[in-house]
Structure formats: C-alpha cells, structure tokens
C-alpha cells in the first residue's frame, strides 16, 4: 500500500466555480449519461460536445447553446475528421454552424474561411 507523503491540494473556489457552471450548462442542454445523439440519433452513452471549442473560446465553456450531447463516434468525428462528419451527418453540420453563427460571429467566420467547402 503507498503511504501519501504530502496532503492533497484543495482545488481554488474559481475552479470550483467553474466546474459548477459547466456542469449546470450541461443540465440546461439537457445531456444525460445515456440518450440520443445530436448527429446519428442512435441511442448511446453521450459526451458532452462543445461546438465551439472550449480551448479557444473559454468564455462559452459554459453556455448551453455550445454544448450537444453525441456519441462517442461522433464526438470524434467533430473534433478530429470533419470532412467525414460533415460527409455523414451534413444536417447536424449545419445546425452545428447555425450555433456557431450565434454564440461567436468571430469564430464561425473563422471556421467558414477554413471549412465552407465542407456546406456545399
């Protein structure tokens, strides 16, 4: 058995804060464990899916609207293989656009210059 050497440190009030602000978006999307997929609609175990990413876009980490609930796949598939995911799901692409239009005209023009081939 490993003997702790050193007491484990308390997490700030700010992350805290935050972490209760994400979980409360994600209640307001209304994503549970288990449920529909936002892109395939098959029932499943569901991640959290930010539309737009929360590295770069912080302040709507926590804003329901960035938040679906998708399946493992095609969680992925958003974050990794758009081609594919736009080629396979092009109506939850574009609903996925549509939101992105409104939480962030910034990042939806910058996600237009790079992808907009994909919409056609």
Same mark, same amino acid.
Request: glycine share 4%; aromatic share 8%.
């Given at each position: ?8 440190? @308390? ?23 288990? !449920? ?18 929360? =590295?770069?876009? @912080? ?9 679906? !609930? ?8 958003? =974050? ?26 910034? !990042? ?13």
């Amino acid at each position: 058995m490993l003997k702790r050497t050193r007491p484990m440190r @308390k997490a700030s009030k700010s992350l805290c804060a935050k972490k209760r602000a994400q979980r409360r978006a994600y209640q307001d999307a209304d994503i549970e464990k288990e !449920g529909c997929c936002f892109s395939c609609k098959k029932w499943a175990a569901l991640d959290p899916s930010h539309i737009l990413p929360q =590295g770069m876009y @912080k302040a709507l980490r926590a804003v329901a609207a960035n938040v679906v !609930g998708e399946c493992r796949a095609c969680h992925t598939l958003w =974050g990794e293989h758009l081609p594919e995911y736009a080629a396979q799901y092009p109506d939850a692409c574009r609903e996925k656009v549509a939101r992105m239009e409104q939480l962030s005209h910034s !990042g939806w023009a910058l996600w237009m210059m790079k992808n907009d081939h994909l919409l056609a």
